[in-house]
């Protein structure tokens, strides 16, 4: 199965400083790829896609397929992106997600 | 309903007990999918209906897991002679339209197994 690699457990940031959570991908032509966020005491839920290219709270996720990765940044932390982030891959039908990286932004 | 609604929260079952758990998807949704997360491990995908029709159970752990979705509405999936090892939180996610199309799931808050 195709699977997706989230190499880090945990990321701490201060606010307002850059973050940057890893997400690589077995090769494949045209992967569909996904971020998920879970906040605290919350559901999962869609966080952003590749294809819509878009910016969600300031997060933005780039496909590069040179490097089978797709990134997600946001320039400036707040406290509010605390939160666990899953990448995930569509496989078919089915969505595949990585093991997921705990962000916590500190004042 | 507001969203996808799943029961128990929480279940203590002890070893080779039998257990049911409940999805109520948002209403009008035609897919659904069961994931089990283990404790550090992000969601595995277990099995998947798109309305009544169980289209592809390939991720269930073993025959003791089985789910069902008979109205192509609220599903259930039941573990029998729960193992230690059954011990996740079970989430039930729905889509309105096939996955393909949105890519996007909305998920139920999820239940969480304790296997003693």
């Known amino acids: 199965a195709q699977r997706v690699t989230q190499p880090e457990k945990l990321l701490s940031v201060f606010k307002g400083a850059p973050v940057e959570l890893k997400c690589n991908y077995s090769?494949?032509?045209?992967?569909?790829l996904f971020w998920y966020v879970q906040y605290s005491r919350q559901r999962l839920q869609l966080l952003l896609r590749?294809?819509s290219r878009e910016s969600i709270k300031g997060f933005t996720a780039d496909l590069n397929k040179g490097e089978t990765s797709f990134h997600l940044k946001k320039p400036f932390a707040q406290e509010e992106d605390s939160a666990m982030y899953y990448c995930?891959?569509?496989?078919?039908?089915?969505?595949?997600f990585g093991a997921g990286t705990t962000v916590t932004v500190r004042a | 309903g507001a969203g996808v609604s799943q029961s128990p929260r929480y279940k203590v079952a002890k070893r080779g007990q039998d257990v049911a758990l409940r999805c109520d998807p948002i209403?009008?949704?035609?897919?659904l999918f069961w994931y089990q997360q283990a404790l550090g491990q992000g969601p595995e995908f277990l099995t998947y209906?798109?309305?009544?029709?169980?289209?592809?159970k390939s991720g269930l752990p073993s025959d003791r897991f089985f789910a069902e979705r008979p109205e192509g509405s609220v599903s259930t999936l039941k573990i029998q002679r729960t193992q230690q090892e059954d011990s996740a939180v079970y989430l039930c996610?729905?889509?309105?339209?096939?996955?393909?199309?949105?890519?996007?799931?909305?998920f139920g808050e999820g239940s969480r197994l304790t296997v003693l």
């Open positions: 996610a729905s889509s309105l339209v096939h996955i393909t199309e949105t890519g996007e799931l909305f």
């Open positions: 090769y494949s032509g045209s992967p569909e």
């Open positions: 590749h294809i």
């Open positions: 995930a891959r569509l496989n078919d039908y089915k969505l595949s």
């Open positions: 209403s009008g949704h035609v897919s």
């Open positions: 209906f798109q309305n009544e029709a169980q289209l592809d």
